[in-house]
């Protein structure tokens, strides 16, 4: 799973196997380890609690919930993902955008691009 983080956004890019764990589980994650016991987890869980998307974070991890109801539709279909905004206490907002990862077209493929959706562009050449 890529975790990219620009200015008050967040987006999280899954591949495949993560799309699926994700649908099984309810739930997606990883780990930057820093060493000496110090990490950043990061994931994607379904809530039957929202109905937008939402993120919260505490005792070293991130996470973002999608509305369960979201789930199988996005994971059956060729839909890349969601957007959403959430509103911060005291003004401001954190843009938050969940991804299915595709394939890189601007470079040439590495075995990182086996566990990738295929991009819709490719085909159109």
């Known amino acids: 799973m890529k975790l990219r983080i620009h200015e008050n956004s967040i987006r999280l890019r899954l591949k495949p196997s993560e799309v699926e764990t994700f649908r099984q589980d309810g739930k997606v994650e990883d780990t930057l380890w820093f060493g000496a016991g110090i990490y950043l987890a990061y994931g994607l869980r379904a809530s039957s ?25 996005w994971v059956d279909s060729d839909r890349e993902g ?11 907002m954190i843009r938050i955008i ?19 959706f295929p991009h819709p562009l490719a085909e159109e050449g």
């Open 49 to 73: 609690k929202t109905d937008v998307l939402e993120t919260a974070f505490s005792e070293n991890r991130l996470r973002i919930f999608v509305p369960e109801s979201w789930v199988e539709p």
């Open 82 to 92: 969601f957007e959403g905004v959430q509103p911060l206490d005291g003004g401001g």
């Open 98 to 116: 969940v991804e299915k990862d595709y394939k890189c077209l601007h470079r040439p493929s590495t075995q990182a691009d086996d566990d990738v």
